[in-house]
């Protein structure tokens, strides 16, 4: 029975269709590591380069899952503590 369900897996093309469509589980997983690497580097570093390249990938992110927009203004409150805590000390910039 399994080879018979094997075989009509293989040349069902609806099943490949449905599981690659239904189930983003793999390309959330890269999506989500490359944003939150390249979160890491903007809060390492400050040039405009990786701010962009977080941007997109946050942006792709939230296109993949949309319940991660949520995430979208904790991960601009994060960026900007290192800001906020050298203004209150008086040595960062405006």
Same mark, same amino acid.
């Given at each position: 029975?399994?080879?018979?369900?094997?075989?009509?897996?293989?040349?069902?093309?609806?099943?490949?269709?449905?599981?690659?469509?239904?189930?983003?589980? %793999?390309? $959330? &997983?890269?999506? /989500?590591?490359?944003?939150?690497?390249? !979160?890491? @580097?903007? +809060?390492?570093?400050?040039? *405009?380069?990786?701010?962009?390249?977080?941007?997109?990938?946050?942006?792709?992110?939230?296109?993949?899952? %949309?319940? $991660? &927009?949520?995430? /979208?203004?904790?991960?601009?409150?994060? !960026?900007? @503590?290192? +800001?906020?805590?050298?203004? *209150?000390?008086?040595?960062?910039?405006?």
């Amino acid at each position: 029975m399994s080879i018979v369900a094997g075989v009509y897996a293989a040349v069902y093309p609806y099943f490949a269709w449905h599981d690659g469509v239904l189930q983003e589980n %793999a390309v $959330l &997983a890269f999506a /989500v590591g490359v944003c939150i690497w390249l !979160l890491l @580097r903007v +809060a390492r570093s400050n040039p *405009r380069v990786p701010w962009f390249a977080a941007g997109v990938a946050l942006a792709l992110t939230v296109l993949t899952k %949309a319940n $991660l &927009a949520l995430f /979208v203004p904790l991960a601009l409150f994060w !960026l900007g @503590r290192p +800001a906020m805590a050298l203004r *209150r000390a008086g040595t960062g910039v405006a």
